[in-house]
């Protein structure tokens, strides 16, 4: 069924760009969705159909794949974007979800 | 908008069976592509799907989690509910229900409850 692969720690300093990956064999066949999460707060989508930002997800945030990897993108981080990303998609059997182990970004 | 608010045991004993409800206010239980779904994410770690069930009862579940999941769904009172038996300490998480689109290759979680604590007692 697959998994999804997240680098458990990044960090970028403020105002800087950062990018996030997620890699995984489904990511060939179905897009990605990012949630972000901080701590004691439900996770919220701020990227699904892999580059498309819901209402009221600043313009900073995107989203882009190639091959088996999703990425998401912060362009000009800014201290309120220090939290934990998980990526998602289905799996290569298109029947379940998959979710990454998810980033931990620390803003500096 | 669509609100989604958790209920249910927050302490559960070992060996018995897990039963919560969402309720889901400021929209319909039955849209096309609009899926149900439960997601727990245990103390510090990440998130883990259950499953996920249509307003017409079918349902999808983790393999992982399969043998003890049921996941059903009132229309008329516009909630879903989830059931997982023989629960044990791995069991302990924060329990999320949340709206999920799906179709083709798209699949998204949007919005979620904002979750409830179960622990798992010996």
């Known amino acids: 069924s697959s998994e999804l692969t997240q680098d458990p720690d990044v960090s970028v300093a403020l105002g800087h760009t950062v990018r996030i990956t997620c890699q995984g064999d489904s990511l060939r066949g179905y897009y990605a969705s990012w949630y972000q999460q901080k701590p004691g707060q439900a996770p919220i989508l701020v990227i699904y159909d892999q580059n498309n930002r819901p209402s009221g997800i600043p313009d900073r945030f995107s989203g882009s794949s190639s091959g088996n990897t999703a990425s998401l993108t912060i362009t000009g981080a800014q201290a309120e974007d220090d939290a934990d990303y998980y990526c998602s998609s289905r799996d290569t059997s298109g029947n379940h979800v998959l979710f990454g182990g998810g980033t931990k970004l620390t803003v500096l | 908008q669509v609100q989604l608010q958790e209920s249910g045991p927050g302490l559960v004993k070992a060996s018995e069976t897990l039963s919560l409800t969402c309720t889901v206010s400021?929209?319909?239980?039955?849209?096309?592509?609009?899926?149900w779904g439960w997601i727990r994410q245990p103390p510090g770690k990440g998130l883990e799907w259950i499953g996920s069930i249509y307003y017409s009862g079918d349902t999808y579940y983790n393999p992982s989690l399969k043998s003890r999941v049921t996941m059903s769904v009132e229309r008329s009172k516009k909630q879903f509910s989830l059931k997982l038996n023989s629960m044990t300490a791995a069991d302990t998480a924060v329990y999320y229900c949340a709206r999920r689109y799906s179709n083709y290759e798209s699949s998204w979680f949007g919005p979620w409850g904002q979750g409830t604590l179960v622990t798992v007692s010996s």
């Open positions: 400021g929209g319909s239980i039955s849209s096309s592509n609009y899926y």
